[in-house]
């Protein structure tokens, strides 16, 4: 139950989702479509600042193109990681597999190793809540 309450709130709220003033949206909705993606160092790979300050805690959504895969790597901060669209294969640090579709959800904690890959036809986009500052760093 809290599962389906947390996803058909997200989608909702991604279909027009608040924003806090000063991110540049120029509203207080922003339907998905109308999203400011800003490319990521990483061909193929979008962010864009949903809401909240990078510094505490914010939260992102992400796209990848289809067939775009991300090296392992790790986060100095917790995340919950909901997948919005397309099939997200999250990738666990000793190589398990997780594939997920829209409405899947999970917890990937500070400092674990992984990977990801959208594999899918379409972009994979995915909302990322960061329990503090957005990093990343490859893993060993």
Not at 16 to 42: I, K, Q, R, S, Y
Not at 60 to 69: C, I, N
Not at 71 to 90: A, C, F, K, R
Request: glycine share 10%; charged share 15%.
């Amino acid at each position: 139950m809290l599962k389906t309450l947390i996803a058909a709130t997200a989608a909702t709220l991604l279909t027009t989702f608040a924003t806090a003033d000063g991110h540049g949206h120029g509203a207080m909705h922003v339907a998905l479509e109308n999203v400011a993606w800003e490319d990521a160092p990483l061909p193929g790979v979008q962010l864009a600042l949903a809401w909240g300050e990078d510094a505490t805690g914010a939260t992102w959504l992400f796209k990848m193109e289809p067939g775009v895969a991300l090296p392992m790597h790790t986060h100095s901060s917790d995340y919950w990681g909901l997948t919005i669209q397309g099939n997200w294969v999250h990738i666990e640090g000793e190589g398990t597999e997780v594939p997920t579709g829209p409405g899947d959800y999970a917890l990937v904690p500070a400092g674990e190793p992984h990977a990801d890959r959208c594999d899918s036809d379409v972009e994979c986009i995915f909302l990322l809540d960061f329990a503090g500052p957005r990093d990343v760093a490859l893993a060993n």
